[in-house]
RNA sequence: GACCGAUUAGCUCAGCUGGUAGAGCGCUACAUUGACAUUGUAGAGGCCACAAGUUCAAGUCUUGUAUCGGUCACCA
């Protein structure tokens, strides 16, 4: 781009229009090397012992497009960058991007299935996949464009893929090495099965939804003693035992009896046992005990020694016993023994309750607990951690991961904005029970398990051709809590691990703590004895104007890039961040949008306003400032001070109000006002104080507004003259010192 | 059931460690072709959800109540 000296740009004398900019800008800046700060040290811009500041992006999922949730998540951590990189640090921001195993299989499957009629059996596992990796390069290329378009200062040149070499390897790694140390191991136990996604999910993964129900009480047979009620009467053919309170008078002749008897045409075998965990004061203080159903039943089973745990539905949520409840799905196979307990007198209360039925959070399938052989990440075991830097561990003391992630953030080695959600934290670790990591998807990271005979290798390589390696890919939660160190080189020994990790900020929605952040703090904890992050800044949810969810059956969402064609990436970030403060919920409207589009403009035209009344300045003067003009350098050097404060302090939205308030109401409405009458006037002295202070003003002022606008303060930076700069690119000029009052 | 958040101008929200209310948008009036595909100036509009308490002083701290929202847990 040319630079004019003695003229105003011929460029400012029409109105800013982004789009006439946005695109060479990029190309300007990623053209420059300086998204990656080796670049920036070996130009001597940044010092090679400097502070490093690293973020890596939460990765997109490469299942579509970018929404403005991303768009926020953009502007708020470009904002962190750009700022940290012109303060001189060695900043470091990562792309990447996520295969989000379950939900793109399930995309593709989708479209498979639409297009061609076939399921991903039909075409074979080698195939399905090569479909699967094709729709995720597409989506990719996509979600890197939208990416740039926001202006995201992101090092492309580390970018990284959870299904990469790279990252293979460290999950390989991962497994491998928490399977030596015990904390990885097979087990049978009730999961939460999704009939609908054909695999298990994790608790996590599993949502409730209020519903109503029919809870029937009835009686087994007619000779049974005891009274039982449920919602799930279908379930009852797979029952061994009636559990009541040890202490209960109702039922202490019962206990240790065992009864047989045909029920809905299966012959079903039901032991009375004693257990605290009933409650005898609810229905009739009795359950009935179906131990593959339910987990609670299988914990009274094993807590009882029972061990005939008969299954009676299968994968596909179908009745697998024989009668009449024969192949009927569950809930016919409901009301089946329903009609049937009233044909025979069984059944003697029928009432309405309300209650959580359980649904996948991916395909929205309704859960059905079933017993299955799955692998598991055991929270509560002790392990030696070898090496730790996180305080209240010491380098070999035992420790549980469970303890390893409290420890983690109780002692401050971890921040989070806002704090509440601290508790949320703990909270959900209280609560946390071992994590199913295996899925029965197909895209995703194979699990490194090798079978042949009875015998079991667990390692990276095939052991030989005469083993089958588990079908079983990896929870896309277990590679993606490795995220922070595996795209720093992880497992090998990286300058990049040694400089930038922990990584500074994790900038994320608060919708994801316990799937990602919690998993990222216990894979980082065990792995490297070190936390992931120092700081986590939790964003909202955009929402639209009138605070509703933006969704597409409301027909209320907003596509980032229309805005940005609209109005200009520079005003769709800061429509973003003033307003969204750190954890709640961020409304936007097209109007807002609009309105920073206007300020865009306002900025212009203050520059050029003082461009054109600067060209006769001789700077090699010393200026003889005004009482007036010492006091709006001042009052400049409290905004740096108050924006500075209020960027460290991760308070965005008042950074950015500040900076917006300061540039419209205070720099044009006041000073350029007052100054019209100065710079046409005719003391010379007072004339050059004053183009001396206008200066300082607008150059300033560019640079506190470029990390939250950067292309409109980038584009008028290349049109300024040579003299006012301290850098040829504003984005990797030196942030504005100042002097407290 | 447990925990968390919200409740301030018509709308969306700021008000940090307590000193008797602010911004943006909207509205009304006036001015202006100006650095400004407009902008500026002025104005109207609020028992800061309710109650009690601490204090010389409370949107701001404490307790309780109500309404809305959220997260987690869950009994058949």
């Known amino acids: 781009m040319s630079e004019q000296n003695n003229n105003i740009p011929e460029l400012f004398l029409a109105p800013y229009n982004p789009d006439d900019h946005e695109d060479n800008l990029y190309a300007l800046w990623n053209d420059s090397g300086y998204f990656n700060p ?51 640090k060695r900043t470091l921001w990562i792309p990447g991007t996520d295969s989000a195993a379950i939900a793109t299989q399930s995309k593709v499957e989708k479209i498979l299935l639409k297009t061609e009629k076939k399921s991903r059996h039909d075409l074979g596992r080698d195939e399905f996949l090569k479909r699967v990796n094709e729709f995720a390069e597409d989506s990719k290329n996509s979600i890197i464009n939208q990416t740039k378009k926001m202006g995201s200062s992101l090092d492309w040149s580390r970018y990284a893929f959870t299904l990469d070499e790279p990252r293979y390897h460290a999950v390989m790694t991962a497994f ?72 209960d008078a109702r039922y202490q002749a019962y206990i240790g009896k065992t009864y047989d008897f045909t029920f809905c045409d299966v012959p079903v075998s039901v032991t009375v046992i004693a257990d605290k965990e009933v409650d005898p004061e609810f229905g009739t203080g009795a359950v009935g005990v179906t131990p593959a159903h339910s987990k609670i039943d299988w914990d009274i089973a094993d807590r009882a020694g029972i061990t005939r745990r008969p299954q009676v539905i299968n994968e596909y949520a179908k009745m697998t016993v024989g009668g009449r409840l024969s192949n009927l799905k569950v809930e016919a196979a409901r009301e089946e023994v329903v ?60 420790v549980t991961l469970k303890e390893l ?63 089958v390696q588990e079908s079983d890919t990896l929870d896309t939660w277990f590679s993606s809590g490795l995220w922070t160190f595996s795209t720093l080189g992880w497992p090998n020994e990286t300058d990049d691990l040694k400089t930038y990790h922990p990584t500074t900020v994790l900038e994320t929605g608060y919708d994801i703590v316990f ?69 709640n919920d961020m409304p936007l409207s097209e109007d807002k949008v609009r309105a920073y589009k206007k300020f865009a403009n306002k900025i212009w035209n203050i520059s050029r306003f003082v461009l054109t009344n600067i060209v006769d300045a001789d700077w090699n003067q010393t200026p ?78 560019l640079k506190l507004l470029h990390p939250f606008m950067p292309f409109v303060t980038e584009t008028i930076w290349q049109h300024a003259p040579a003299s006012l700069k301290d850098s040829s690119l504003l984005m990797v000029a030196k942030w504005p010192s100042y002097t407290k009052r």
Not at 349 to 370: C, D, F, H, M, Y
Not at 540 to 557: A, I, W
Not at 683 to 700: G, H, I, P, S
Request: glycine residues 6%; aromatic residues 10%; contains cysteine.
């Open 339 to 398: 009609t049937w307990l009233r044909a025979e007198g069984l059944l003697e209360k029928e009432e309405t309750v309300t209650q959580n039925i359980s649904t996948a959070e991916r395909s929205g399938g309704i859960i059905e607990p079933l017993p299955k052989l799955q692998w598991w990440i055991n929270v509560n075991k002790k392990f030696t951690l070898k090496h730790s830097e996180i305080s209240g561990i010491a380098s070999g003391s035992e």
């Open 38 to 88: 080796d670049n920036c040290i070996k130009d001597d811009i940044t010092a090679p012992d400097a502070e490093p500041f690293s973020i890596v992006l939460p990765p997109p999922n490469v299942t579509g497009t970018l929404h403005m949730g991303h768009a926020a998540m953009l502007a708020i951590e470009d904002i962190l960058v750009r700022y940290n990189r012109m303060q001189g």
């Open 176 to 247: 491998v090495n928490m399977y030596n140390d015990g904390l990885i191991y097979r087990a049978d136990r009730i999961v939460n099965w999704d009939p609908k996604g054909q695999t298990t999910i994790s608790d996590d993964e599993v949502n409730y939804e209020e519903r109503q129900a029919a809870l029937y009480t009835f009686k087994y047979s007619k000779d049974f003693p005891i009274s039982v009620a449920t919602t799930r009467p279908e379930t009852k053919v797979g029952d061994t035992a009636v559990a009541v309170h040890p202490d």
């Open 405 to 467: 992630m409290i420890a983690a953030v109780a002692h401050e080695n971890i921040d989070i904005f806002p704090e509440r959600f601290k508790r949320v934290y703990f909270n959900w670790i209280e609560n946390l029970n071992d994590w199913c990591i295996s899925r029965q998807i197909w895209y995703g990271h194979r699990i490194p398990v090798w079978f042949r005979g009875g015998e079991l290798k667990v390692q990276i390589e095939s052991p030989g051709a005469d083993w």
């Open 624 to 701: 003889k400032l005004s009482e007036r003009d010492d006091e709006i350098l001042q009052d400049l050097q409290d905004n740096v001070a108050k924006v500075t404060t209020d960027i460290e302090k991760f308070s965005l939205y008042l950074a950015g109000e500040n900076a917006y308030h300061y540039i419209w109401h205070e720099l044009a409405d006041k000073i350029l006002e007052e100054s019209k009458p100065i710079l046409s006037g005719d003391n010379a002295d007072a004339k050059f104080a004053r183009q001396y202070v206008l200066k300082e003003c607008l150059v300033t002022s």
């Open 515 to 583: 799937f990602w952040v919690a998993r990222m703090i216990l894979m980082s904890g065990y792995h490297l004895g070190q936390v992931p992050f120092k700081n986590v800044y939790l964003h909202g949810l955009v929402r639209d104007g009138k605070g509703r969810k933006m969704s597409k059956s409301l027909d209320n969402t907003i596509d980032p890039l229309d805005m940005i064609k609209l109005y200009g990436a520079d005003a769709t970030r800061l429509s973003l961040i003033i307003g969204a403060a750190p954890g």
